[in-house]
């Protein structure tokens, strides 16, 4: 998928310029002047719900360079945003322990299956102690199992916990709210991760 050739042809079905409802419900488990990071973040529809909390930062990273561009040019105002075009996973990598919380909202259902478990271990490696993913994950976007067709790749709550249940507390539900054609498809996620000193301890009982 060329993600920035969709952008360039406005054929972005799921930019639907506003925030994702799961992620504005959301919304109050942000600390004020918390740093946030939003992987996969388009043109930054969910910054609009996110700024409610009053984060110090929020850094928006995407690999398309005309969603950077253009979520750019809409928030070059309020400069707590700090658009990044990139790959989240890099950034983790480079940025470990400095985040306090992650919003996921269309990135885990866009990228190929095989690469979550690096994401996974990415947001475990960006997030501090006690930081957060707050996300809306598709576990049904179409009417099928089958994992492989998409994107969007769906998931389901057995792999969210085998995937993050490694470093994170993790809460699932299906999600009560949502785009219309959305509700009933998505599950609302809270991930807190655990302190670092339980990493060896959860790796050996693996």
């Known amino acids: 998928m060329d993600w920035n050739q969709a952008y360039l042809d406005k054929n972005t079905p799921w930019d639907k310029g506003a925030p994702s409802p799961v992620i504005s ?12 990071v939003i992987p996969g973040c388009g043109t930054g529809n969910d910054v609009l719900a996110i700024q409610e909390a009053k984060p110090t930062l929020v850094t928006c990273i995407d690999i398309a360079p005309e969603a950077i561009a253009t979520l750019a040019r809409r928030f070059e105002r309020q400069p707590n945003v700090n658009p990044v075009l990139g790959d989240f996973m890099e950034y983790a990598a480079e940025h470990p322990s400095s985040a306090d919380v992650i919003i996921e909202h269309t990135c885990f259902c866009a ?3 095989a690469m979550r478990s690096g994401y996974a271990s990415a947001s475990a490696t960006l997030l501090r102690p006690g930081g957060k993913v707050l996300g809306a994950f598709y576990w049904m976007p179409r009417d099928t199992d089958d994992i492989t067709i998409g994107p969007p790749f769906q998931t389901s709550e057995a792999e969210l916990r085998t995937l993050f249940g490694l470093w994170f507390d993790i809460e699932i539900s299906v999600a009560k709210v949502g785009f219309p054609e959305r509700v009933g498809r998505e599950f609302r996620v809270v ?10 301890a959860s790796l050996r009982s693996v």
Not at 25 to 36: S, T
Request: net charge negative; glycine share 0%; hydrophobic share 35%.
């Open 25 to 36: 419900e959301l919304v109050p488990e942000i600390p004020q002047n918390a740093n946030v």
């Open 191 to 200: 991930m807190t991760r655990r302190p670092n000193v339980n990493d060896e």
């Open 111 to 113: 990228i190929p299956v």
